[in-house]
C-alpha cells in the first residue's frame, strides 16, 4: 500500500469562564465604553491583574482606575493574511497598546488600511462594538487617532461576571498503514492480528507496535484472529434519549476475548442474546452482514450470537481488561 | 577520572527523529523510534529504566490525554514509575532530575514529542494563552515574535541585517546536522530582499513547522559510571517564569533567562557551546546576553530550532544537542536552553560537562 488517508476532525472548545472582581469590573466597564487599570505599587496596570507581578501581593477591585480611552503604540506587527481565530477577517495590526495613564501595554488588534499607516509612537483609541457584552473583543479594534469611533447604547445592566470563549480546532490525522491493513480486513470479514517477535502476544491488527516490548510491528507479523470468543466484561446501557441515540430498549455492550489470542474486542454489540441472558463467559461467535457489498461498500460486523458451547468457567477472565 | 558525589546526575544515552514537515506515524510510533534509539545509545535495556516522563501537548496532538497512548512506546510492563508534563520535554528532563535526585531510582527516560503538522499551528498557540485577554484575540506564536521583534529593533538590540545574518549562519551550519529540515547556502541580500510574514518578520526569522520527537536517558553517577565510559554530567540545570501578558514586561530584557543561568551556574566557567530554543531569530542576542555569554561562545551549532522546530521536543533536542558536543566534539562544557510562553516568558537553562 504506497499511499496513506487521513482523517479529519475539528474538535469545539465552548468554555464559559467566571471572571472574579478584577476582570469582571474591567470587562463590565467595556460594555460602558471605558477601562479600567489597576494600581499596583507605584504603577497602573492595563489589563489589570489580580496580583501584582512584581511581589504577588493581592490587589484589590479598590484599586482599579480608569485609563485611556487614547493611547500609545509601543510595538506593532502587520497580519496580512488573518487566522479563523483572529479579530478581523481583513488584514490589520496586533499591536502592544500603552493607554493614556496606565504604565504597561495592552495587547489588541489596529485596524488601518496597510503597514504604511502604522508607526512606533503612534496615537490610537478605541473603536467600539455597538453592542457589547463585557468582552475583549467589546473593541472591535483600535484606530489612529484620539476619539473613540463606534460604540452607542447602554452599558451592561447588571455586573459582568461571566465570560464565554467558543475556539475550535481542526486535526488531520494521518490512517496508519497497520490501521488500514486491520480495517481492509475487517471488510473481507475478517479479523487481522498482530504476533510480538519476543513474547508472542497478539494484538488487533490496527496497532503497530508491542506495548510491552516497544518493539514496532508490521505486515510480516500478521496472523488471521479467530472468529469466536468468550466475553469477559459486559455492560447493560439504560438508554438516555439525547441527539444521535437510536436505542429505546435496553442493550447489551460486551467485551470479547478472542480464541487463541489476548485479543479483547471491547463495547461490543450482541446478536439474538437476550439482555437477562448475557454474562461473563459465555461463548460467542461474530456476525457479518454483506448488505452494502453490492454498493461496493466492505463486509460489516454486526456483533456477537451465542454459539451454545458450554461457558468458560475461568474465575480470572474479568480481569481481563484489554 | 574524576569522582562524582551519588547525586551528581549524567547524560548517558539520547536518539533525535528525523525532523520533517508531515509525518505518517502516530506520536506513540515516533515516540518507539527514539525511546528504543536512546536505550540503545545508552546501552541498556527497557526493563533498566526506573521513571519515565514525557513532554507532549493535547492541544497539539488533538486528544486530551494523549500521553497515555504515548506510554506504549516506553514498554511500560512490568508497570514503571511515570511522569508527564504538558511542557517541553527539556521540563520533562528537569522532572526527571528531581526524581533522581531523591536517590531511591538510578535510571531515568525523558521524551519530548509533538506532530504539529495535526492543526494549523495559528489556531492551537492561542488556546494556551491567557484565556480572559489574549486567546479570544487569537493571538499567535508570530504575532507575539514580531511584537518583542521590534521593541528589540526599536531599542537597537539588534538590526533586520543581524537577524538575516542569524537565520543564514544557523541553515549553513544545519547542512551538518542530518536531522535538519531546512539547511543550506544563503544569501543575506537576498534574504532580506523578501516580503515580511509578520513585518517585521521575514520567512527567514521564523521556524519551519516540524514533526519529531527526542528521548533522553539520564542516570545518578554510580549507575552511570557503570553503564558509560563516558557520561555527560548535569552541572547545572534550573528554571524561572515571569509574568505571562507581554504587555506587563519589558520585552528589551529576560529576566527569567538571567535568574535560570546564575542558579544553573553558568558563570561559573566557560561555556564553549550554547544551544538555544531561539525559534526567531531576533531572540539569539537577547538571549545570549541574558545568559551572559562572551562572544567566543559557538550559538547552535546544529543550525539549532531555525532549523528544525518539533514543539514540546525542541528544547530536549538543544540538551541532546549540547550533550553530543561533548561525547561527540571534544568539547568540555556546554549549554542547553529551553523555553516556553509568549515572548520568552519561562526560561530552563541546563549546564553539562565532560570528565
Known amino acids: 500500500m504506497t499511499t496513506t488517508r487521513s482523517v479529519e476532525a475539528t474538535i469545539r472548545f465552548p468554555y464559559k469562564r467566571s471572571l472574579g472582581p478584577v476582570m469582571g469590573a474591567f470587562m463590565t466597564a467595556l460594555t460602558e465604553q471605558r477601562f479600567l487599570g489597576i494600581r499596583s505599587g507605584e504603577r497602573v496596570l492595563c489589563p489589570p491583574r489580580e496580583w501584582d507581578p512584581d511581589t504577588a501581593a493581592d490587589l484589590s477591585a479598590d484599586d482599579l482606575v480608569e485609563v485611556g480611552p487614547a493611547g500609545t503604540v509601543e510595538s506593532w506587527t502587520w497580519v496580512s493574511s488573518p487566522s479563523a481565530a483572529h479579530p478581523l477577517d481583513h488584514p490589520f495590526a496586533f499591536a502592544l497598546i500603552r493607554l493614556d495613564g496606565a504604565d504597561t501595554a495592552l495587547l489588541h488588534a489596529v485596524d488601518v488600511a496597510s503597514p504604511d499607516a502604522l508607526s512606533t509612537g503612534m496615537r490610537v483609541a478605541p473603536r467600539w462594538k455597538a453592542e457589547r457584552v463585557g468582552h475583549i473583543t467589546d473593541v472591535e479594534a483600535f484606530v489612529p487617532g484620539e476619539v473613540p469611533q463606534g460604540g452607542g447604547g447602554a452599558g451592561a445592566e447588571e455586573p459582568v461576571t461571566m465570560m464565554d470563549y467558543d475556539a475550535a480546532i481542526t486535526y488531520t490525522t494521518p490512517v496508519t498503514r497497520n490501521e488500514m491493513r486491520a480495517e481492509a480486513a475487517n471488510a473481507e470479514g475478517r479479523f487481522l492480528g498482530l504476533e510480538c517477535p519476543a513474547c508472542a502476544r497478539v494484538y488487533l491488527g490496527g496497532r503497530g507496535f508491542c506495548p510491552i516490548d516497544a518493539l514496532e510491528l508490521g505486515p510480516e507479523h500478521e496472523v488471521e484472529l479467530s472468529q469466536r470468543g468468550t466475553i469477559t466484561n459486559y455492560t447493560i446501557i439504560e438508554p438516555v434519549q439525547y441527539p444521535g441515540q437510536t436505542e429505546t430498549e435496553p442493550f447489551a455492550r460486551v467485551h470479547v476475548l478472542l480464541d487463541g489470542s489476548d485479543v479483547i474486542l471491547g463495547y461490543q454489540p450482541v446478536v439474538e442474546f437476550p439482555v437477562g441472558d448475557v454474562r461473563i463467559g459465555a461463548r460467542v461467535a461474530a456476525v457479518w452482514n454483506d448488505t452494502k457489498v453490492a454498493s461496493g461498500g466492505g463486509i460489516e460486523l454486526d456483533g456477537w450470537i451465542p454459539t451454545g458451547e458450554p461457558d468458560d468457567t475461568d474465575p480470572n477472565l474479568v480481569n481481563r481488561i484489554c | ?355
Not at chain 2, 541585517?161 to 549553513?172: K, L, P
Not at chain 2, 533536542?317 to 509568549?342: F, K, M, Y
Open chain 2, 1 to 355: 577520572m574524576a569522582t562524582h558525589p551519588p547525586d551528581d546526575i549524567a547524560i548517558i544515552g539520547w536518539h533525535v527523529s528525523p525532523m520533517i514537515r508531515r509525518t505518517e506515524l502516530t506520536e506513540a510510533q515516533m515516540l518507539l523510534e527514539v525511546v528504543n534509539g536512546a536505550t540503545a545509545h545508552a546501552g541498556i535495556t527497557n526493563a533498566d529504566v526506573d521513571f519515565t516522563c514525557a513532554g507532549s501537548c493535547d492541544y497539539v496532538a488533538g486528544q486530551a490525554f494523549s500521553f497515555v497512548q504515548n506510554i506504549d512506546a516506553f514498554g511500560a510492563w512490568p508497570p514503571k514509575r511515570d511522569s508527564h508534563v504538558e511542557m517541553d520535554g527539556a521540563w520533562a528532563l528537569y522532572e526527571a532530575w528531581v526524581r533522581l535526585l531523591v536517590g531511591d531510582l538510578d535510571v531515568a527516560l525523558v521524551t519530548g514529542s509533538g506532530r504539529s503538522s495535526t492543526a494549523d499551528p495559528d489556531i492551537v498557540y492561542p488556546m494556551e494563552m491567557d484565556p480572559y485577554y489574549l486567546a479570544p484575540l487569537g493571538v499567535d506564536a508570530m504575532s507575539f515574535a514580531a511584537l518583542q521583534a521590534r521593541v528589540l529593533l526599536d531599542g537597537g538590540v539588534v538590526t533586520e541585517r543581524q537577524m538575516a545574518e542569524i537565520a543564514a549562519r544557523c541553515r549553513r551550519d544545519a547542512r551538518a546536522n542530518p536531522h535538519a529540515q531546512v539547511a543550506g547556502d544563503f544569501d543575506v541580500d537576498a534574504l532580506l530582499a523578501e516580503d515580511y510574514v509578520r513585518e517585521p518578520l521575514r520567512r527567514h526569522d521564523l521556524p519551519p513547522i516540524t514533526d519529531g520527537a527526542c528521548a533522553v536517558v539520564i542516570a545518578r553517577a554510580d549507575k552511570a559510571r557503570e553503564l558509560c565510559e563516558n557520561p555527560v554530567w548535569i552541572r547545572g540545570l534550573s528554571h524561572c517564569a515571569e509574568i505571562h501578558y507581554a504587555g506587563l514586561r519589558d520585552l528589551r530584557q529576560a529576566e527569567s533567562i538571567t535568574r535560570a543561568a546564575k542558579a544553573a551556574g553558568v558563570g561559573d566557567a566557560p561555556v564553549e557551546v550554547a544551544e538555544l530554543q531561539t525559534a526567531f531569530t531576533h531572540e539569539e542576542p537577547l538571549v545570549a546576553a541574558a545568559l551572559g555569554l562572551g562572544a567566543d561562545v559557538v550559538v547552535n551549532p546544529s543550525g539549532g530550532p531555525l532549523a528544525a522546530n518539533p514543539i514540546m521536543a525542541t528544547g530536549l533536542v538543544r540538551i541532546a544537542e549540547a550533550a553530543r558536543q561533548i561525547r561527540d566534539e571534544g568539547r568540555h562544557r556546554t549549554l542547553a536552553h529551553s523555553t516556553s510562553g509568549p515572548c520568552l516568558q519561562q526560561n530552563l537553562v541546563c549546564v553539562l560537562e565532560g570528565e
